[in-house]
């Protein structure tokens, strides 16, 4: 097999910055990071950078010889400012003597079940150059998370060599990485380049970009800045598409100039209203469909930093799979970057909700629990749709299937997803492929004004897909959450719930027409309810003070049963209806942190103050008796008119589809965004 006639599936690479936080996402073991064209002894790290290491310690394996160390010696030589000018090299590696290097890593390590079951692929090739002495392991691993080595080959040359190791795809049906691991003997062992490649003459795809961004100018030009920097990654990219719906212009930033010069022309704002997130993506959708260039455009957020090296193996990805086919990348914390937040998606049908693909636990930290360690990660995971935040979608299926619905924002990924899986097309969350990005954690988006979204277009989702009557589970559901926020005090996140039930009542016309205008009413709408307004500074609310202490000196436990959760919704029921204890409407009875944010804690008081989930402010919950018995009425009516008309409505939206997704439709939403000048 010649070198031209393999493709590159997967290149093994370094982090782009200096991240400590990050490196165990690509290396396990005692490093050193070089310059592309240096001599020898700069390459084991005998000059110049961080933490360096003696010419004693590179000759001399020790007592830890070819044991696994932390990564600390990395030398500072990828630094644009390097006083040698010399390139950025991610891609060399360099094991100092007697250490052991492993790339059984979340970037590095080749996740060979994805391939083997949703590629025609029956083999890979692992290309390696190296120089000095080594001995290479190769590894497997499957579904249990149980290794095995399967070769070991002894290198020991002045100059670099090429080794290749061609490895089946075959017991790889239902999870397993191959990854490869060095030991350096008594000198160091210097990894040029690894690739993990493919025989095949499938033709090569070009993506386009769609970057949506609502005044977030900073985030979006340091994304494009980034792009402009990886030169491999522009190869495959037609066109960068900024879909600006804010007045903080993202061309008004200082170092925009630099970074569309950086991007060579690839880069094009375009400047609609505030039509959200499906409404950005949507635009870019159609826009890289017009152009006629692309096979693919990537969706990605305005706020997350990328793993260029992620974008070309999605590409790669969607060019070899079976048929058309989704590549979505993983979200990391842009926190707390070593920690996995999202590694796939699934809803539950009968609860029509979604939530972490089965077998997978958001939160993992790697800088704690490495892959050889975590058997659940060896397992292949399917998915029922990818969030947005990195997304690649073929051309052909936007064709197909056409454009994001006008859900604003919440839902229209899942809907997306699913809709493409009904018409044939998988979705694939691709290990190796990843962004980082802010968590959900800092948010509670279910109590702001978000809620209105997360509940319509949770209903129009299930109208048009849900396999069950009525949607499962989803009605009783949707109920018990208006009556909890009603029971917390939570009024406007109530109120919200049920104009989103009003909305979907009135059919599935009022989701191109509203979506331009709901924003602004939402707002207007939620100046009415003290637990909407928030203030910075507890000291500018009146001082906590309780007129009657807890009984017995006990706070309300949480429940432990389902007769004791029903027992505290009938004892805070009875509490809402009673008369407001006159002294709490001077004075806030308690201060709940948000961490202890529950109904059945808030339905005891007639007021208190409650801190915001990003722990930047709080509001003054009060109970309101008249409130609370409106919104009894209203939702139970409300829920009993979806009950009774779901069937009809469910008819309405599915045969609205093709309308509302339309390209022609969303052209004319995208020239009524527009603001008059």
Known sequence: MSAAELRVLHRVVMPVDRDQDILKLYIEGNIVRTRQAEPEEQAAGLIGGVARLSAEQLASPGSESAEFQPAEHWDGSDRADDESGAAHDRRRVVVPAGRRASFLTYFNAFPASYWRRWTRLEEVVLRIRIRGDAKILIYRSNAKGHSQRLEAHEVSAATTEERRFTLPLKPFVDGGWYWFELVAGKGPAVLEQAEWCAETDAPRGRTSIGITTFNRPDFCVQQLVALAGAADVLEVIDEIYV??????????????????????????????????????????????????????????????????????????????????????????????????????????????????????????????????????????????????????????????????????????????????????????????????????????????WQAYFHERNRLVSALVHSPYDRGGNLLKESLFVTVKHALAMQYSAAELMLMAIEDVLRGPDHMHTSIVTKMAEIREFRRRFSDAKYEEDLEDFPAIRRTRPPRKGREAAPPQSR???????????????????????????????????????????????????????????????????????????????????????????????????SAERWRETFEASRPST
């Open 243 to 448: 879909i600006d719906q804010g007045d903080k212009r993202v061309e008004d930033h200082p170092g925009f100039a630099d970074a569309a010069k950086g991007l060579g022309g690839r880069l094009r704002v375009i400047g609609q209203g505030n039509l959200g997130g499906s409404g950005g993506f949507a635009r870019a959708m159609d826009e890289t469909v017009r152009a006629g260039a692309s096979d693919y455009v990537l969706l990605l957020d305005d706020d997350v930093v990328t793993e260029p090296e992620g974008i070309l193996r999605a590409v790669t990805f969607g060019d070899l799979t079976r048929k058309p086919t989704i590549v979505g990348g993983h979200m990391f914390s842009l926190y707390d970057r070593s920690v996995l937040h999202a590694y796939g998606e699934t809803l539950a049908p009968y609860r029509w909700f979604w939530g972490p693909a089965e077998h997978t636990f958001h939160g993992h930290d790697f800088g704690y629990h490495r892959m050889r360690e975590t058997a659940w990660l060896h397992r292949r995971i399917d998915v029922d749709y990818n969030g947005w935040w990195m997304c690649l979608v073929p051309t052909a299926v936007i064709k197909d299937i056409g454009l994001a619905m006008p859900m604003f924002i919440k839902w229209d990924d899942a809907e997306y997803g699913v809709r493409a899986r009904a018409a044939g097309y998988p979705t694939v969350s691709l290990p190796g492929s990843a962004v980082w990005h802010v968590p959900w954690h800092d948010k509670d988006d279910t109590i702001d």
């Open 563 to 661: 007769k004791g959760l029903i027992k505290a919704a009938v004892v805070g029921g009875i509490k809402q209806l009673k008369p407001v204890d006159t002294a709490a409407a001077r004075n806030p009875q308690a201060l709940v942190p948000h961490i202890d944010l529950r109904w059945w804690k808030l339905s005891q008081f007639d007021s208190a103050l409650v801190s915001a989930a990003d722990g930047t402010g709080a509001a003054w919950y009060q109970r309101d008796p008249k409130r609370f018995r409106s919104l009894m009425q209203r939702t139970s009516a409300l829920h009993g008119r979806l009950y009774k008309e779901w069937p009809r409505l469910s008819e309405e939206y599915r045969s609205a589809m093709d309308e509302l997704t």
